[in-house]
């Protein structure tokens, strides 16, 4: 069975298991994994991706989930304005029945949950204008470890339930399905719903393992690509790199399903959590709230709510965005909409600021004098000579609109704010860095001037001009800055902000901020340090935290085991889980990264990894695919001149699964 860490707990009782590019002129093709999918579902459902809400990642089995909670849910996509948004379900997912059919075989809620039974929450959900879903297993038991009810067995009962009671959206799970086949486990609760005949929203979750993207589009209304998403930022991007080459076989009422939204669950920043937004929104999925928005921050909703992202989720052409360009984690990727415009995504994956940069030509644009850029988290239009950049920040994707639009005069000049160089400080001691302000528009910007703001008590001097006159297309203002952080200043990351101000031929005042980070760094010491004692810039782990010295464990921080490699124990190391990246400030004065690596003993036979030392944005060592039978690999990494070394573990190509990976005596040489 596949180990599928998100629901650790839920999925032990599982039985066997069976087993943009747009086409652009001039772009180069990117092949998806698997030729088109099947015909769709001619039901009318399902025509943009499902948004709604679903409890799991929020609640799991706990109490808090109930009927008071489910409307009051429904109460607040109301009130918050998330209708309007276009937010239509309310989902239940497991642990809303009781253990056990009544005598007749019938599934029974679970009366201290929903004392007024399913039928009494579909009405209260119905009567807000909204729509409620519903979950359960293509098994003979759900995946919660208590094992409620699955409808293997009891699918045209259990679907006319679902109708009775007024349900709308089935989520159809894949635990203890006793090795049953995939297509004929969800084929056979397809035509019991159909047999229903209320219209229901259709969701297979069979994880991605049987390649439900070559089959189900005259099954369900959409499928799973993937394992089960987690708050974590390593989760994340693992789910967003498997789904990404999938985009061939999306369309109306037929979508590939990442899984649900993390956004406001508390295990990513805001940052992320935007990154995260825009590039399900960019790959047309469905956007399900996974959040408990009771408590939801107003930074949440702000997120959730943004009208112009979801517009390019629900664009009625039912393009998936496809990838354009991706190289060194800076990735394009582009959607193609009705209007012909194309919602462009450059995102960021890496932890410094990054810049990145296409075309409107390369994006599938065609000809024009200029076009119009509309950034969509900052609800600003701009026109373009045909260059789509911007220097973007760690885990963050910049979401713009282009289209070649006879009206592009009517807005200013889109001007991109850059860096040169990793902000990388140590206290007391003077940092140079430099900034530009580039015209990217068809129009010159003129009175140009720009500004650098930092912590208080930072020096930040500029030590070059800070205005420019004008800027025509291309051209660029480049300021030379000295940063200084005062002595005794905390390791650690510091906010800055780069400021630029200009105004377009027709006087319009416009500003354009670059926030970004300095971290303050303090050299390595010299000799032979142990890596899981010393500072780390930045750490992402695909599933719980990095842990210092012993093995990753499960999703708590410390709940690790000592490092263990084919029955060697190490009492040192780096323990972690792809996909994985740890960064370390090596100041130019180190020579060698060693390390003996692999896929730590304590899950068994089914991790598939993959190692990597990068040395200033260059891959200087790696391994082919490990398995738990191989020995541990020793690997040695030349880094010599390098300041940055980031320690890099992929998931083999096969996904997140059981990937816990050690960097056993993972070892600096300065």
């Known amino acids: 069975m596949r180990h599928l860490h998100t629901r650790t707990t839920r999925r032990r009782t599982v039985a066997a298991l069976t087993v943009l590019l747009l086409a652009v002129p001039g772009a180069p093709a990117v092949a998806d994994e698997e030729g088109p999918a099947s015909p769709a579902l001619a039901d009318g459902l399902a025509l943009t991706p499902p948004m709604g809400f679903n409890n799991w990642n929020s609640t799991h089995c706990r109490a808090e989930f109930n009927e008071s909670m489910v409307k009051g849910i429904a109460d607040i996509f109301v009130e918050k304005g998330l209708k309007d948004a276009g ?53 003979t038991k759900t995946c919660s470890n208590v094992g409620f009810p699955g409808a293997l067995g009891h699918e045209y009962s259990d679907a006319q339930q679902f109708a009775d009671w007024g349900v709308d959206y089935l989520k159809y799970d894949n635990c203890n399905n006793q090795g049953v086949d995939a297509r004929l486990r969800y084929t056979t609760m397809r035509d ?6 209320r219209p229901i929203v259709y969701s ?31 989760s994340m991007l693992s789910i967003l790199k498997q789904n990404l080459p999938l985009a061939a076989h999306a369309g109306p009422g037929h979508w590939n399903d990442p899984d649900m939204l993390e956004v406001g669950n508390g295990g990513m920043t805001a940052t992320e959590y935007r990154s995260h937004f825009s590039m399900w929104s960019v790959m047309a999925a469905p956007l399900l709230i996974g959040s408990d928005l009771r408590t939801a921050s107003d930074e949440t909703f702000e997120i959730l709510g943004n009208k112009e992202v979801i517009a390019v989720d629900q664009d009625p052409l039912g393009k998936q965005g496809s990838v354009v360009s991706s190289e060194g984690g800076r990735r394009v990727v582009a959607k193609e909409m009705k209007d012909g415009s194309r919602a462009v995504a450059l995102f960021n994956e890496t932890g410094s600021p990054q810049r990145i940069a296409t075309t409107a030509a390369a994006v599938g644009l065609p000809d024009a004098a200029a076009y119009t850029l509309r950034d969509l988290w900052q609800h600003k239009s701009y026109n373009t000579a045909g260059t789509i950049s911007a220097t973007v920040p760690a885990h963050g994707t910049v979401l713009v609109r282009v289209a070649a639009d006879r009206r592009w005069n009517q807005h200013p ?18 940092a140079p860095l430099t900034t530009t302000v580039t ?90 340090s142990d890596l899981g004692d010393l500072p780390w810039l930045s750490a992402a782990n695909g599933y719980g935290p990095v842990e210092r010295n012993t093995s990753n464990g499960e999703s708590a921080a410390g709940d690790g085991h000592p490092i263990t490699l084919g029955g060697v124990v190490y009492a040192k190391g780096l323990g972690v889980h792809a996909e994985s990246a740890v960064e370390y400030y090596t100041g130019a004065a180190c020579e060698t990264v060693t390390a003996d690596v692999g896929v730590d003993d304590e899950k068994g036979a089914n991790g598939t990894v993959a190692f990597e030392v990068w040395a200033d944005g260059t891959k200087v060592a790696s391994t082919g695919v490990l398995t738990n039978a191989l020995p541990a690999e020793p690997l040695t990494a030349d880094i010599t001149g390098a300041r940055l070394v980031r320690l890099v573990v992929t998931d083999g190509g096969d996904g997140i699964d059981s990937d816990h990976a050690d960097w056993a005596d993972a070892r600096l040489s300065c």
């Open 87 to 139: 937010y239509q379900y309310v989902n239940l997912d497991d642990c809303w029945a009781l253990p056990a059919r009544d005598a007749d075989g019938k599934l029974v809620p679970d009366p201290v949950r929903f004392p007024n039974g399913i039928k009494a929450v579909a009405d209260y959900v119905h009567s807000k204008g909204l729509m409620l879903g519903i979950y359960t297993s293509a098994g």
């Open 192 to 197: 019991a719903l159909k047999a229903t005949g």
């Open 204 to 234: 297979i979750c069979e994880w991605g393992q049987n390649k439900p993207w070559e089959w189900a589009a005259d099954v369900g209304h959409l499928w799973r690509t993937t394992g089960d998403i987690s708050d974590t930022w390593g």
């Open 413 to 430: 000049p889109a001007v991109e704010l850059g860096l040169d160089g990793s902000p990388l400080v140590q206290a007391g001691t003077r």
């Open 439 to 528: 015209d990217l528009g068809r129009t010159p910007a003129r009175q140009v001037s720009v500004r650098l703001s930092g912590p208080g008590g930072w020096a930040v001097k500029p030590t070059s001009p800070t205005t420019s006159k004008a800027l025509s297309t291309g051209r660029s203002l480049r300021t030379t800055w000295t940063v200084t952080a005062p002595q005794g200043t905390p390791t650690g990351s510091y906010d800055l902000t780069l400021k630029a101000s200009y105004r377009s031929p027709a006087g319009l005042r416009v500003e354009n901020v670059l926030p970004f980070t300095a971290t303050v760094v303090v050299p390595p010491p010299a000799g032979t």
